[in-house]
């Protein structure tokens, strides 16, 4: 008997490149935010854990598995701010979807863009939440690979149009101000960290160093200002000198995680910080005022990646941008697992 094909959909690096050309970079970052935050509205639907890290001297690889009654997912990802040295990318990830009645996968996809698109989304997202309302100017600190996908989260979903560009490396902005030409921003490249808050409502910080970094000094940040800070999402790895964190109203994506991982790592377990999807669904107040400091302490959850795969699991019926991956064997003897080595041996 041949054996039946249980084929997995799989989206290549060139599938999710042509999606989102073909989707549009704005509109598909409007929609992902649209997915991230229905999942946070849902938020207890899902059974959460802090990601599995395994951590080295060079960097950390790390698993990120969140599921609901129907659905499991989980993504790869590593983070190693040397790999750029050597012509590597920093961050890389692949995710799966799977279903829970069955335990068989459902998707399988490239996620490094993916994560790029829904890193960029979920600061958009909280930002529009927590941002000082009618915010235009941002400032981006570190214009490495996220830089762009945020710039444009920032446009698609804030209407933020003016950019303030840092880098240690003038290269990576100058990357960036030719990446954006055409795309609507008025961008100033400046030389240094200070020059590039000056007014700025918005500040991210999105650089990669593992270590207790100072991006941001308390003086550098005013009332009114929302930060965005990506970059410090390990043990050890921060952005923000701790003063700023103690006059800031701290949201953070879950809590379990982001004590060990995120900027808070530098304050007292019990300082109160709130859970983003709890501003999303009324449930905690966000901007307190016009002189509030709000901080989004991103270090990115399991349940953006799940939206993420959601989302573009519902695209690709529509656009035929998959392939179908022989990856379960799948004997239509169920018990008959050896019988598949016999019969492909004749
Ligand atoms: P990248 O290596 O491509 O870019 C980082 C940039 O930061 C580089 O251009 C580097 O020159 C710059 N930089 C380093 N130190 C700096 C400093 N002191 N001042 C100014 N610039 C500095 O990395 P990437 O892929 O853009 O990722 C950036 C960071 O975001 C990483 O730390 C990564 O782990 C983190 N990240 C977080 C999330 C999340 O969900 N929170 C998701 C993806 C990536």
Redesign the pocket.
């Known amino acids: 008997m041949d054996r039946k094909l249980n084929l997995v959909p799989f989206v290549s690096v060139d599938h999710m490149l042509k999606l989102v050309l073909a989707i549009g970079v704005e509109p598909f970052l409007v929609a992902l935010a649209g997915y991230v935050e229905a999942d946070f509205r849902r938020w207890e639907a899902f059974d959460k854990t802090a990601r599995v890290a395994a951590h080295s001297a060079e960097g950390v690889i790390e698993l990120m598995p969140a599921s609901d009654d129907k659905i499991y997912g989980f993504k790869y990802v590593n983070?190693h701010?040397g790999n750029?040295r050597d012509g590597r990318?920093?961050?890389t990830a692949f995710g799966v979807l799977a279903d829970v009645a069955t335990g068989y996968p459902l998707l399988l996809s490239e996620m490094t863009l993916l994560?790029?698109l829904r890193?960029a989304a979920t600061s958009a997202l909280a930002a529009r939440y927590l941002a000082p309302p009618g915010a235009q100017t941002m400032a981006i600190?570190?214009?490495?690979?996220?830089?762009e996908f945020q710039a444009l989260a920032f446009k698609a979903l804030l209407g933020v149009d003016r950019l303030r560009l840092?880098?240690?490396?003038r290269a990576?902005s100058d990357k960036c101000v030719r990446n954006l030409a055409g795309m609507g921003f008025d961008i100033t490249v400046a030389g240094s960290?200070e020059e590039a808050v000056l007014g700025a409502q918005i500040v991210t910080t999105?650089?990669?160093?593992k270590q207790y970094?100072t991006?941001l000094t308390d003086n550098l940040v005013g009332p009114g200002v929302h930060i965005n800070g990506?970059?410090g999402?390990c043990p050890g790895?921060t952005e923000l000198h701790v003063d700023i964190l103690k006059r800031s109203d701290i949201f953070v994506e879950y809590k379990p995680q982001t004590r060990v991982e995120g900027e808070i790592q530098q304050l007292p377990p019990d300082h109160p910080v709130t859970e983003l999807w709890q501003v999303i669904t009324g449930a905690a107040p966000g901007r307190r005022g016009a002189g509030a400091i709000t901080l989004f302490d991103?270090?990115?959850f399991a349940v953006e990646d799940f939206a993420a795969l959601r989302y573009v699991k519902d695209q690709i019926q529509r656009t035929g941008l998959y392939e179908d991956l022989d990856l379960l064997a799948d004997p239509d003897e169920p018990r008959d697992l050896f019988g598949m080595i016999l019969r492909a041996a004749r």
């Open positions: 983070g701010p750029t990318q920093t961050v994560t790029a890193t600190i570190g214009n490495g690979a996220q830089a840092y880098d240690i490396d990576a960290v999105v650089t990669a160093d970094a991006i990506v970059g999402d790895k991103s270090v990115g």
